[in-house]
Nanobody
Framework: QVQLVESGGGLVQPGGSLRLSCAAS????????MGWYRQPPGKQRELVAT???????NYADSVEGRFTISRDGAKRTVYLQMNSLRPEDTAVYYC???????????????WGQGTQVTVSS
């Protein structure tokens, strides 16, 4: 079993910053891709950013230049540094990962439980 545990959400004023973390644990052989999604109130879940095992990032247009995704392979952790936050960034943020649980295993997809980010004055 694999678990993804997020932390770092909270309430921040517009223009402020937050850093989210997501740690993967359990039966893990490798994690090729990790990422962050978010679900604003009353809307569907949407991509925020993804990162490959080699460190190549991909961002949604709405966060490009403001958010930075990174990962620590040894700690099996992915981070999301969020700067210049706007009220429209308010959402539940979810970590996701494609995990290989064994050398010959296929990839399985996992979600974290989500962490609330609220941007408001």
């Amino acid at each position: 079993q694999v678990q993804l545990v997020e932390s770092g959400g909270g309430l921040v004023q517009p223009g402020g910053s937050l850093r989210l973390s997501c740690a993967a644990s359990g039966s893990i052989f490798s994690i090729p891709d990790m990422g962050w999604y978010r679900q604003p109130p009353g809307k569907q879940r949407e991509l925020v950013a993804t990162i490959t095992r080699g460190g190549s990032p991909n961002y949604a247009d709405s966060v490009e230049g403001r958010f930075t995704i990174s990962r620590d392979g040894a700690k099996r952790t992915v981070y999301l540094q969020m700067n210049s936050l706007r009220p429209e960034d308010t959402a539940v943020y979810y970590c996701d990962a494609d995990v290989q649980t064994g050398r010959l295993a296929t990839l399985s997809h996992y979600w974290g439980q989500g962490t609330q980010v609220t941007v408001s004055s």
